[in-house]
C-alpha cells in the first residue's frame, strides 16, 4: 500500500521538487515543532543529533568509503574542540574570531589525522583498530594531563566560558528573535548540509573511487596506478577535518569542554551510527546518527512511563534505559544486518551471504 | 618496431630460505605477444610481481624503454605503462563494471578533492572524458552490455574481461596477463585470442603467464620457459616446443 502511493508519487512530474520543498519546510521548521511538541530540551538534543551528523559523516569517509577501521575517532573531534576552546575562552586570555576558530580547529584536526595515518599505512581490520584505539586514548590523556608544568589544557576541570559561536558580531547565545538552542540548530544545519554536499561530491568522484578501490582490493588499486599511501592519508585527514570542525563547534555551543566528552565509548558510538545505518551510504550514515542520538534520549523517558502503566516503578530507569538500547542494537543488527539502510548494493551482497549460507 | 620495451636483468628474489627466481634475464620488444610458461611453482607470478613493482627483487634490473625502474612501486610502475590483471581474478567487488574500468583511468586523470567538491569545468570534462572511456573499453572488450552490473555478479569470463579493461584503462605499454584463459572453454579461449590480437594491433605489447599451450604456441612470437625460478629456455614456440630441457620440465623424463 504505502509502495503503491509512493510510486504513484514518483510520477508525478515534479515530485522531486516537491520533495526537496518538503524537506525544506519540515528542517526549517523542525525546532519549532520539536519546541512545541516535546519542550526545549529536545531542541537542544536535536542540535546535538546534527553535531554527531557531522562526525558521522566524518568517520564514514574513513571507515565506509575507504575502508580503514578507526577506533579512535573522537580524539579528531577532542582537537577541534579544545583548539576552539583554547584560542577562544578567558583561559589562555585569547579571543580569536569564530571564523578563524573553526578553520583552525578543521586544519589541525586534519593534519592530526594525517599525523595517526602515517605510521599506520600498512594496517589493516583489526590492528588498525588497535593502533587508532591507542591513539584515541593518548589525545585524551594528554588533555586530562596537559595541565602541568603549563596549564594548556586545564587538565581534568576542562575549559570553560568558551566564546560562543559569533558570526560578523552576532553571538548565537544572544537570544535574538529566537532562543539560542534555534539559532545553533540553524548554524548546525548549514554546516551538516555542506558537509553532506561535500562527502556526497567527493563519493562520486575519482578520489571516491580510489576510497572504494582500496577498500575492495588494496593491490589491485595499487596496481591501477592509485598511490594508496597518498589517497589513504587523504581519507584520515578529510574526516579528521570534519570531526575537528564538529569539535569546534560544539565547544562554541557547549561553552565548555573537558576530556570526559571525549572517552573511548564516543568512537565506539559514532562507529556503531555508520555500521547501524548503513556503512558508506550518506543517507544511512545521517539516519543512524540520529537514531542512535535521540534514542538514548528517549529512553529516559522509561521511568515516567512506568509511572503512568504500573503506578510505580518497577525497575529503575537508569538501568532499564541502557539494556533496552542495548538490545534495540542487537536487534536491529539480527535484522538488518547491513544497516537501517544500506546502499542497494551492499544490502545486495548481505543478502545474497544469506543465502550463501542457507544453500 | 623491435627495440626494447622491456628489460629484465639477473632478477633474483628469495622468500627466506626459498628462491622464488634466480637470476632471470629477458627482453621484450616493441608489439611483441610474449608468453612466461612452466610448471605449477616455477616463479612465473613472482616475476610478474616483481616487473609490476609488488615485490622488489634482491638484485637485478628493470628497465622500461631504456628506464631504470628497479624498486619503483605498482602505481609507478602502472603510470609507467605496465598494467596487469591477476590469476585469480582482483576486480573491485562491489563497484559496476563501468566504475571498475573508471578506477583504472585514475593514474592518467588528476582530479583531486578541489575539483570533486566544486567540480569546475576542468574537472567536470574529466570526469566526462573518464566515464566515455571506459565505456569505449567496456565495449572493445566486449562487454558493454553489463556496464552497470555489480562486478561480483558478471559471469567468470565476463570478469577475466573485465579486468582487462581496467588494465587498458590505464593506457599501458606493456599488458600483463596472469592466466587469461585459465578456467575457459575451447569457444572462449578462441575470442580471447582474437582480443589479444586486437591489443596488439592497437599497439600494446603483451605479456602473457599461461598454461593453454594451444593458446600459446599458437599466438605468442616468443616464449620464455621458467622452472624452479631459472629460466631453462627461450625462444620462439617451435624452438621451445623441442627443447630438451623443457619436455623434461614438462614430462619429468630426461631424453
Redesign the interface.
Known sequence: MVKKILSAYCKLPYCKVISSLLLGLVLLTLPFITDYALGRIWVRILDFSLLYIMLALGLNIVVGFAGLLDLGFVAFFAVGAYSYAILGSPHLGIHLPTWLLLPIGTVLAGFFGILLGTPTLKLRGDYLAIVTLGFGEIIRIFLNNLNAPYNLTGGPQGINLIDPLNFGGISLSQAGWFPAVYNYYYCFLVFVLLII??TH??QY??????W??IR??E??????????RNIKL?AFS?GASFGGLGGGLFAGFQGFVSPESFNLMESVMILCMIVLGGMGHIPGVIFGAIVLTVLPEALRYLGPLQNNVFGKILVDPADLRMLVFGMALILVMLLRPAGLWPSP??K??FDEAIEDSND | MTEKLLEINGISKHFGGISALTDVSLQIQHGEIYALIGPNGAGKTSLFNVI???YTPDSGSILLNGKAMTGK???EM??AGV??T?QNI??????TAL?NV????????S???V???F?HPK?KT??MA?KNRARELLEYVGIARHANT?A?NLSYGDQRRLEIA??L??EPLLLALDEPAAGMNHTETNSLEELFRKIRADGVTLLLIEHDVKLVMGLCDRITVLNFGKKIAEGTPDFVKNHPEVIEAYLGVSV
Open positions: 554536499f561535500t561530491r567527493l568522484s575519482r578520489i571516491g573511487r580510489a572504494v578501490a575492495e582490493d593491490i589491485a588499486a595499487q596496481a591501477m596506478g592509485i598511490n594508496t587523504l578529510m548494493i551492499r545486495q551482497e | 609490476t613493482g609488488i612501486k605498482p602505481h602502472a603510470k598494467a596487469r591477476f582482483r576486480l573491485f567487488h562491489s563497484m566504475e573508471m578506477v583504472g583511468r585514475h593514474c592518467r586523470t582530479a583531486g578533492v575539483g570533486a567538491v567540480q574537472a574529466e570526469e573518464i555489480v561480483r581496467r588494465a584503462a590505464t
